[in-house]
């Protein structure tokens, strides 16, 4: 299970011109000066759940309203989930926050093995078939494991411990652990789960950790990876997740190489305190780090763990992260849902729950289109007249979002100006 109290290196955040112009296509209080585009008559948006006020979708014009004879074209929508318990506690939970996200699907299961002993991480666990179980219901869903890469492997073990476990690993003497691992999982029908494998191995955390011997680990990896390979039936994907930020040492110089990493995850809180969102982007080895480095390497990214902490319910956090990911479109996302990080499990961010909660409904559902339909007249309109064009209410610019996010927003946003006066 993930750790609740080591994070050690994120942020909060600043709102720009740009960015609360950006941040208003995601969710929005209301200082985020977002107004509404309206037309002639506009369908009205269902009750639940509550959008907050300020983000509202404009009408859907005739061009963005689905004919009964042509079905729409759904784009792509992100997969997403949560972390809400490692055991099948958290299957069960998955549909209850689906529930409490008004029915969007939650299309990304992600669980962790233990690391306390090699049992653990052969996956000699009854809750995996659980989670087997729920990803194999759907075709479209996506099973996320984080694979620990050594036993005890948060009972705080020495730098020169560590050091010699890398090097035997790196000699191949834990292979057959990671055999069985792949083993197991190909019998339980889940041969292309996402393995995230030694995750943040540039902080202090963990036994799996990189800093002592960059080299062994680096070599260690590639053992593990080429062993699961090896494994008959086996579409493994693996996920390369260092922490946000320097952290103990740079993360880059624990890249194991392209060979051997199909996506390149980054797990990110929003600390230290006092962090800004856009330092948390500029920051060394940092978010727009993170994306460069992966668009050279080819590779998809994902956040396998984000969310909350140092700074408390912090929803202009919430509205920024959740706009990152919209635009850098990642395989896949998890948010950490207990305390301090969540915002379904954790009462105590009821600001950056409803955030989340307004967003995710509209954005995550991807079983029908989230723009608002023209209900069908109960009688034909004697005297039919062309709709009045859109146009925005005074002191409102409208914005140019892209119909990818005007789809999930269900029409187009205006920005108003007044929000920068300080009265």
Known sequence: MAPQHKRIRFGRLAVGAVAVAASAVLASGPAAGVGVVRGTDPPVPPPAPTVPAGLLPAAAGPSATPSAATPARRPEVPAFGAFLASDARGVARMKQLSHWLGGAELRVGHTYLPGNRWQDIEGDIRFLESWAHWRNAEDDRMLVLNVPMQERN??????????QLLRRGAAGEFDHHF???????????????????????????????????????KKYWNRIVTTMRSVPGQKFRFDFTPSRGRDALPWTECYPGDDTVDVIGMDSYDQPSGMSFDEQVKEPYGLQ?????????????????????RNGDNPEYMRRMLEWIAEHKPLYNTLTD?????VWQCAANPDASRVYRSVVSRLADGTTPTAPSVPEPSAPDPTPTAPAAPRPPQGCSPLDLGSWVEYWLGGKLCLRFEWWSGD
């Open 154 to 163: 948060e009972e705080g073990v020495s730098d020169g411990e560590v050091r």
């Open 179 to 217: 055999r069985a691992l792949a083993e197991r999982l190909v019998r339980l029908k889940v041969p292309d789960t996402v393995l995230v494998l030694g995750w943040e191995m540039n902080g202090v955390t963990y036994t799996h950790r990189c800093g002592p011997d960059p080299e062994a680990w």
């Open 289 to 309: 780090a993170h994306v460069d480095f992966a668009k050279a390497h080819r590779k998809p990214i994902s956040y396998p763990e984000w969310g909350l902490f």
């Open 338 to 342: 207990y305390c301090p990080h969540g």
